[in-house]
């Protein structure tokens, strides 16, 4: 396939991954129930058919709602679908050749987790164990000689949270960190080395604190007792560093 077809591809089938993507990210609690049943309203319960599931096409007729109770549907599918594009549209403008599907592929998963740390403060293994797996495959086939530097990313990945983890139960008496995030750095490790995790918690990181500034000046009222979803920001890093080193 030609670069310009796989670019074109990636492009056309970002929007239906995104579909997808929303169903996984309201329903990975339930991994048995991510294919069946099939996607319903959740206003009626009325099953909904292949027209129905067009990415953006359908929401924009039927203009966000119900084609059977007229129940708002909402923002959030065509916003996961656009957000999938995007990442589609940044990998084919940054990365060329047979990096592009193992980067898209990247990015997607990277939403999927990013959202739900985001909504819920879970980075579920479903997948961050996958993602932590494909880095070290991608790796393996595509420059072996890179393996040694992924594994030793994704051990001191795994290692630099459980330390953080532990230090801050010993300085605080109480869990700061989860072991999703543990599971993310790992993977983070996986796929940029370990010569890419000092960026990757430094973008995160800086991302994080640019939230919290943005909340205090909008009047937000923030203390040390404050949840942060810190795999969003993680995520966040993974993506750059992956693309620009």
Known sequence: ???TASDLLALAVAPFVGSFQGVVI???A???SIVAP???????GHRLSPVDLVPFASWLVLRGRCRHCRAVIGWFYPGIELAALVIAAWAVVAISGWALWPTCLLGW?????????????VLPDLLTLPLL???LIVAWMFDPDTLAANLIGAAGGFAFIMAVRIAYRRLRGCEGIGLGDAKLLAAAGAWVGWSGLPHTVLIGSLAGIAICLFRWARGDKISTA???PFGAFLCAGIWVTWLYG
């Open 1 to 3: 396939m030609s670069t």
């Open 26 to 28: 309201l329903r990975y």
């Open 30 to 32: 339930e991994p048995l």
């Open 38 to 44: 099939g996607s319903r309203c959740e206003a009626c």
């Open 109 to 121: 998963i990277l939403l999927a987790l990013a959202v739900i740390d985001w909504r819920d403060f």
């Open 133 to 135: 797996a494909m880095g």
């Open 226 to 228: 404050d949840r942060m």
